[in-house]
């Protein structure tokens, strides 16, 4: 019960707001696929899912939108209207958890969404081939992807991989495995196997390792040095013996002047 004058006036503004509000604003509901809550469309590679989108309890035709993600999705002149269609093809391991959603277009506020789920085994890559010296550094990189998550391991040369403290490291992310070694022996030469292991499928990847004897490293600059050295030395030597050099050449040349004469 409102009471007072100030009162009454705002509890007859507030009846007044509530039945000029326009009626499609206050019920108008968008459904996907029957659904009327955002949801988890559970898919697999090389799917094809249809997404439909329709305006429930409208009054009158409501246009509407699809974005995949951010981007909006282009649409057929007649398939804006009341309802809506999109088809999402030749389904990727790179669809899965992008986000599909339907809005109403003059009210954006009002929209529901669906979320792919792409169901895949696991997919690895990397640098299968790596030459390296004794005594450096390597990191072998096992790229993965995975619907669900794969359980990741090292092997090598087809034996569990024996970790050595201060020698070897891993390191794993939701998209990689990492196999780090300081100071590379020769007994690291080998295949390394990347191996995952999911629910769906068992899959593994070769890593070969080539380790190299360290190149001799020539000194260059007492090489340099010496070479100036030696230069230097004929110089001064040239120098010091040019007088004697040219008293020479020049009795070479008297007897020519007698006979000419």
């Not at 000029?20 to 659904?35: A, D, Q, R, W, Y």
């Not at 339907?102 to 030459?131: A, E, H, M, W, Y």
Request: charged content about 20%; hydrophobic content about 35%; some cysteine.
């Amino acid at each position: 019960v409102c009471l007072g004058s100030g009162l009454m006036q705002m509890c007859s503004y507030l009846l007044l707001v509530i039945l000029f509000l326009p009626h499609e604003m206050t019920c108008s509901v968008l459904t996907v696929n029957g659904k009327t809550e955002h949801y988890i469309l559970n898919t697999q590679r090389g799917f094809q899912e249809s997404l439909n989108c329709a305006v429930q309890n409208h009054t009158r035709e409501e246009g509407l939108l699809w974005y995949r993600e951010e981007g909006t999705v282009d649409l057929k002149s007649g398939n804006k209207i009341n309802s809506s269609s999109i088809c999402v093809s030749s389904i990727s391991e790179n669809d899965n958890g992008v986000t599909f959603t339907c809005k109403l277009r003059r009210d954006q506020s009002v929209s529901i969404s669906v979320v792919l789920n792409v169901i895949f085994p696991p997919l690895l890559s990397g640098d299968q081939f790596q030459t390296v010296e004794d005594g450096s550094d390597v990191k072998l990189v096992c790229n993965v992807k995975s619907n669900p998550q794969a359980q990741m391991m090292w092997y090598k040369d087809s034996s569990i991989l024996n970790l050595e403290k201060n020698h070897h490291q891993v390191q794993q992310t939701s998209e990689s495995l990492q196999l780090s070694i300081t100071k590379v022996k020769k007994s690291d030469n080998g295949t390394y196997s990347c191996f995952a292991n999911s629910s769906l499928k068992i899959e593994t990847l070769d890593f070969h390792l080539f380790v190299k004897d360290r190149a001799v490293a020539v000194p260059v600059e007492p090489i340099i040095a010496a070479s100036v050295v030696v230069f230097l030395t004929l110089c001064f030597g040239l120098i010091a013996r040019r007088n004697k050099i040219m008293k020479l050449c020049i009795k070479g040349q008297d007897p020519q002047r007698e006979t000419a004469l």
